[in-house]
């Protein structure tokens, strides 16, 4: 996972709020360039590579404006194929496997240099009743407002490594200390952190799915790390596969518990899950991303 970039900052120079979430929005609004094929583009101040919440989300618009919009995505596969470039536009090739009377599946290549970065495929469902039934809510969670904000953790003086100097379109509340944090210790508790857009969206679902796509790689392969005492060391990390299953409607602009927890880590690779909830305790979304944590080779820096 690189660190995530976000939009331009607020003309005020905020690095948060409704500015900052609307540069978001632009950034998933692709460029239709034929009647399949879409074009993308990352934000000044993105790192060395393509955030990987960045190009799955933006894939996921790729598959979705293809898409009929009584059916809504309800899974989706995705593999990190190579490290996007930052400097150049990203070419999302959607390719209509099966259009069903209840199901529809679409596949998506991005492309840089004439080579392909990354791959998903979604389905998609018309609304459909049947069985329900949902695993308890996380208990005995503080609620977002009680928790402070990142900026606030700033003005304390926490070392909040990348999140005091880039933008921030999602508001981040962490349960407990961040994996960033010089005062976590290794711990087999999950990694906890409410989310939400900082702002308001359209009602467009669509758009909040995409928005919570990129929102899950976040802090997701960090609950590898938080498992062990590795407080200052450098790592090497990077996503390698993505999945998410949606599960029942939301908002992205409304509160969700991000509960985040690391099962095996082995062979410099770490395997996370993690379940999105609701403040009133519905599960919509669960996510599943293998990614690569190195450790430093012995006699290198």
């Known amino acids: 996972m690189t660190r995530p970039p976000a939009p331009e900052t607020a003309p005020d120079g905020d690095l948060h709020g409704q500015a900052v979430l609307d540069g978001l929005v632009q950034l998933l609004d692709l460029e239709q360039l034929e009647v399949n094929l879409f074009r993308g583009v990352s934000p ?56 069903g009377r209840s199901f529809t599946t679409r596949r998506v290549l991005a492309i840089q240099h004439g080579e392909a970065i990354f791959s998903l495929s979604a389905s998609f469902q018309l609304p459909q009743d049947g069985l329900e ?19 606030e953790r700033i003005a304390r003086g926490d070392d909040a490594g990348w999140h005091a100097r880039a933008p ?24 906890r952190v409410w ?22 790689d976040m802090t997701l392969l960090g609950s590898v790390v938080a ?10 990390m990077a996503s390698l596969d993505h999945a998410m299953w949606f599960h029942r409607p939301f908002r992205a602009d409304e509160w969700l518990l991000y509960t985040c927890y690391s099962p095996t880590a082995s062979g410099s690779r770490g395997l996370a899950t993690g379940r999105f909830t609701t403040q009133d305790g519905r599960l919509v979304a669960t996510t599943v991303q293998e990614g690569l944590v190195r450790l430093p080779r012995k006699g290198r820096a």
């Open 44 to 99: 000044p101040q993105s790192p060395t590579r393509v955030f990987g919440g960045q190009v799955a989300g933006q894939a996921l618009v790729a598959a979705g404006r293809t898409v009929p919009d009584d059916r809504l995505v309800h899974s989706l596969h995705a593999y990190f194929i190579r490290p996007g470039d930052p400097r150049v536009p990203i070419v999302y090739e959607s390719e209509r496997v099966r259009d």
């Open 195 to 216: 989310m939400r857009a900082d702002g308001s969206l359209p009602d467009d679902q669509l758009l909040h799915v995409c928005l919570l796509t990129y929102a899950s």
């Open 133 to 151: 039934h949902s695993e308890p809510a996380p208990a005995d969670v503080p609620a977002p407002d009680e928790l402070p904000t990142i900026s």
């Open 227 to 236: 498992r062990h005492d590795l407080a200052g060391q450098p790592l090497q």
């Open 168 to 191: 921030r379109p999602i508001d981040m509340r962490f349960v407990d200390e961040p994996v960033w944090s010089s005062a976590r210790t290794g711990s087999d508790a999950p990694v």
